[in-house]
Nanobody
Framework: QVQLVESGGGLVQPGGSQRLSCAAS????????MGWYRQAPGKQRELVAIITSDGIPNYADSVKGRFTISRDNAKNTVVLQMNSLKPEDTAVYYC???????????????WGQGTLVTVSS
């Protein structure tokens, strides 16, 4: 069994910072790409940032220059550092592994349960 567990959500004031972590556990051979998505109330889930296994990041235009994605392959973790937060960043943030490879050589897409980030004064 493989799972992703997010942590770090909560209430933050506009202009503030928040750090989200995602820990992968289970029978993992290789995580491959890892991503963060978010879903605001009444909106579709959207990609926030993605990072390759080699550490190359890509960001949605709406978060470029404010968010940073990073990973620690030895610990099977991925972090989203969010700075200069805006009220429109309020959403449930989900960790995603689109092509995780298990120790039995199965390729799975795995989602975390989500963590709520609320940006409000």
């Amino acid at each position: 069994q493989v799972q992703l567990v997010e942590s770090g959500g909560g209430l933050v004031q506009p202009g503030g910072s928040q750090r989200l972590s995602c820990a992968a556990s289970g029978s993992i051979l290789r995580l491959n790409d890892m991503g963060w998505y978010r879903q605001a109330p009444g909106k579709q889930r959207e990609l926030v940032a993605i990072i390759t296994s080699d550490g190359i990041p890509n960001y949605a235009d709406s978060v470029k220059g404010r968010f940073t994605i990073s990973r620690d392959n030895a610990k099977n973790t991925v972090v989203l550092q969010m700075n200069s937060l805006k009220p429109e960043d309020t959403a449930v943030y989900y960790c995603n592994a689109p092509h995780l490879l298990t120790q039995t050589y199965r390729s799975l897409e795995v989602w975390g349960q989500g963590t709520l980030v609320t940006v409000s004064s």
